[in-house]
């Protein structure tokens, strides 16, 4: 596509549920990131994949979180039992397979847990 | 590991005054540098970026940084600053090899007053 893209834009959810999270990056980029961004707060990296594989998924921040990728193009990031500090902007982004190339962002998913 | 830290959290300048916002980083190695820039309800979008070369690089809307290794700096500035500034920026690396990750600080947001 022309950008990444992001869905939902929005997700309010009631704490305790589950939610999955879409990114779809720029088509032939390889790198693909997950960041999030609390009110307040800097970018928190969250996994990093190359192609399908995750090299770094340190910043995951408890086993509530998961992320796959599938075809080296589409991503979701899984939250099990929501809880409330989950609330954020969830950030995804890619880049092409070339060293020292920018990542492009999307627009992100807003998501608050209640 | 690298990291990065962006010096104040809020920066408020007069419309037409100097921007400068810091940047510094540490990494064992000269990483790749960039400078993204977040609008209000929006994603990011990059201003300008360092790989190699010349160390003072100039990037969109008038904005210029400049490398300097003594110092591990990547300082953001603009002549002259406008309205539409009003964002919030972030400073990132990337390491030279080895990997694509992006390390983002945690952000400066800049207030232009009238």
């Known amino acids: 596509g022309a950008g990444v893209s992001q869905s939902p834009s929005n997700k309010v959810t009631e704490k305790g549920k589950d939610v999955e999270l879409r990114c779809d990056p720029i088509s032939g980029h390889t790198a693909l990131y997950w960041y999030r961004q609390s009110l307040g707060q800097g970018l928190e990296f969250l996994i990093y994949?190359?192609?399908?594989?995750?090299?770094?998924k340190s910043g995951l921040p408890s086993d509530r979180f998961s992320a796959e990728r599938t075809g080296g193009s589409v991503s979701t990031l899984t939250i099990q039992r929501t809880q409330q500090e989950d609330s954020a902007v969830y950030l995804c982004?890619?880049?092409?397979?070339?060293?020292?190339?920018?990542?492009?962002f999307g627009q992100g998913t807003r998501l608050t847990v209640v | 590991a690298q990291s990065v830290t962006q010096l104040g959290s809020h920066v408020s300048v007069s419309e037409g005054a100097l921007v400068l916002l810091r940047c510094n980083y540490s990494s064992s190695v000269p990483p790749y540098l960039f400078w993204y820039v977040q609008y209000p309800n929006q994603g990011l979008q990059l201003l300008l970026k360092?790989?190699?070369?010349?160390?003072l690089v100039k990037g969109i809307n008038g904005f210029e940084a400049e490398f300097k290794k003594s110092e591990t700096s990547f300082h953001l500035t603009k002549p002259s600053a406008h309205m539409s500034d009003a964002a919030e920026y972030f400073c990132a690396v990337m390491p030279p090899s080895g990997g694509f990750k992006t390390i983002f600080g945690a952000g400066t947001r800049l207030f232009v007053k009238a």
């Open positions: 994949f190359q192609g399908n594989s995750a090299p770094d």
């Open positions: 982004a890619s880049s092409s397979q070339t060293v020292n190339t920018e990542a492009f």
């Open positions: 360092y790989t190699t070369g010349a160390t």
